[in-house]
Structures are given as structure tokens and as C-alpha cells.
């Protein structure tokens, strides 16, 4: 065999369990790369990203602006813990994080979501955060597919060319 | 880098196989460069493929987002013509330099 034979990726798992704006942006960006890119796709949404695929909160995802040593103020300046607290303020943050995502054309969760399943990518939700947070499957976004367990996640995420990514 | 003869002209392809010379491009040269991924254009393709040199040369990033918008084609569509990883192909055919887009 050639040692230096490519073995290009064929297949990406990703797995969004975190409900900040930029987590599941973060997930929805890689997930999208890769059908962008003719890699198979498959994204596995648990405990609080299922916000994420849930119809009331999909849209309306935050930027939390307390606990988040990176949070600068515009400028540079370090962002006062204190400041994040004030009501209004994570709201505002979020609605600046979400203006500056719109600059770079990166489209609103559900009109991204949208984007990756056109593509041929595919959406699932964790059946034990599901059951926990008590959300059936109409309480998600149309077009995700099944609420699964993770033995089957790890079944989809078969083949010697795939990754399991943990985001 | 490599040269192409396509209907009487050179075009000069760079190691990916994108024209180093945009201006150089005409539909002959897309049916060329598309058959080199195993791809026969139709018009449907030749219609994305001048919205994206329209869009390009208006100083606008490439995106599939844009395309989808364009009202030529849907993202889907947009998939289908041009199979796995349609923005780089499509670019690559419509005689664009590679897209640098990450959505």
C-alpha cells in the first residue's frame, strides 16, 4: 500500500451540546463546511444545545456575558462580570454577536439549518436530554429527523474515514 | 500549472485546475473545464455560472447563501447541479478564482 495515499474525510459527526449562540454556530458552521465540501454530514444536538432545534428558542439564542473571560467591550477593554448582569445587557450583546454574523453572511439558525439539510446534511436530537427536558418531537424543528440514542449515533458514525466531533 | 487548449485559445489553469485569467473565460471553455470533473453543462448550469462572474465582478463574496438567493436556483437545485461541494465547482467552471468562503 502507498504510504502517501490522501485518505480524504467522507464522513463528519458533530455533537452540539451547548445552547450559547456562538456553540451552536460553531456546530452549524463545521457541519455546513463540511456538506459544502461534499463530506457527509450528520449533527447530534444534546442537553442545552437542543435549544438549538427547538421551535420557541432556535432564533432567539444568547451570548452569555457572565462567565466568559473572552467577552471584551468594544475596543478592547475588559467586559465587567458585574456589567453582564445588568438586565438587558446579554440581550444587547447578542443582538450585536448576531449583527456581526449577518455582515459575514451567516444566516439565522433556522434559515442555516435550512442551508445544511438542502445540502444533504441531517439533523438529529438525543432522546435522553429530550426525555429530561420534557420536548416531544413537535416541540423541534421540522426537519430534524428522529430523536435517537447515542448507540445509534454511534452506529451512523460508521466508516474509517469518519470523525466524531464533541463541540 | 498547465494549459488548456479550449476552441483556438490557451487558458492557463493553475494547480487546481482554476483559470489563472478570468477574462479568458466563455461558455466553451466552462464545457471544457467542466468535463475535466465529469460534468455536461446544461443551461440551467450556464445560468449559475454567469450569475456567479456577475456577482464576482460586482465586488461581492461568493456564498452559497448568495447563490440560493439569486432566484436562478435553490440550494438544493444548487447541490444537485453541481455535486459534492457545488460552490468550488461551479466557481472553478465559471472561471473564478477558488472560493474563500467558509459558509
Known amino acids: 500500500m502507498d504510504k502517501n495515499e490522501k485518505k480524504p474525510l467522507e464522513k463528519v459527526c458533530i455533537i452540539c451540546a451547548k445552547g450559547n449562540l456562538e456553540d451552536v454556530y460553531a456546530a452549524l458552521i463545521m457541519a455546513n463546511g463540511a456538506v459544502m465540501e461534499g463530506i457527509e454530514a450528520k449533527l447530534f444536538f444534546t442537553f442545552f444545545g437542543l435549544d438549538g432545534i427547538t421551535k420557541k428558542y432556535m432564533d432567539k439564542l444568547h451570548t452569555a456575558t457572565v462567565g466568559n473571560p473572552a467577552m471584551r467591550m468594544p475596543g478592547g477593554l475588559p467586559f465587567p462580570t458585574l456589567l453582564g448582569t445588568i438586565p438587558g445587557v446579554e440581550a444587547g450583546v447578542s443582538a450585536m454577536m448576531k449583527q456581526g454574523m449577518a455582515k459575514l453572511d451567516v444566516p439565522p439558525v433556522s434559515e442555516f439549518l435550512e442551508m445544511y439539510t438542502a445540502g444533504g446534511g441531517e439533523v438529529y436530537a438525543c432522546k435522553l436530554a429530550a426525555e429530561m427536558f420534557g420536548l416531544e418531537k413537535d416541540d423541534l424543528w421540522e426537519d430534524v429527523i428522529d430523536i435517537i440514542t447515542i448507540g445509534k449515533f454511534y452506529e451512523m458514525s460508521d466508516g474509517d474515514r469518519t470523525q466524531i466531533i464533541f463541540t | ?103
Open chain 2, 1 to 103: 500549472m498547465k494549459d488548456l487548449n479550449i476552441a483556438g485559445i490557451n487558458v492557463n489553469l493553475d494547480d487546481e485546475g482554476y483559470l489563472t485569467d478570468s477574462s479568458q473565460w466563455n461558455e466553451e471553455v466552462a464545457k471544457e473545464l467542466a468535463k475535466i470533473d465529469d460534468l455536461e453543462l446544461t443551461d440551467k448550469h450556464l445560468e449559475v455560472l454567469k450569475f456567479l462572474r456577475d456577482t464576482y465582478n460586482a465586488g461581492d463574496a461568493l456564498t452559497i447563501r448568495r447563490v440560493g438567493k439569486s432566484g436562478v436556483v435553490t440550494i438544493k437545485e444548487f447541490y444537485k447541479l453541481f455535486p459534492k461541494g457545488p460552490l468550488k465547482l461551479s466557481s472553478k467552471h465559471a472561471g473564478l478564482p477558488k472560493p474563500t468562503s467558509c459558509v
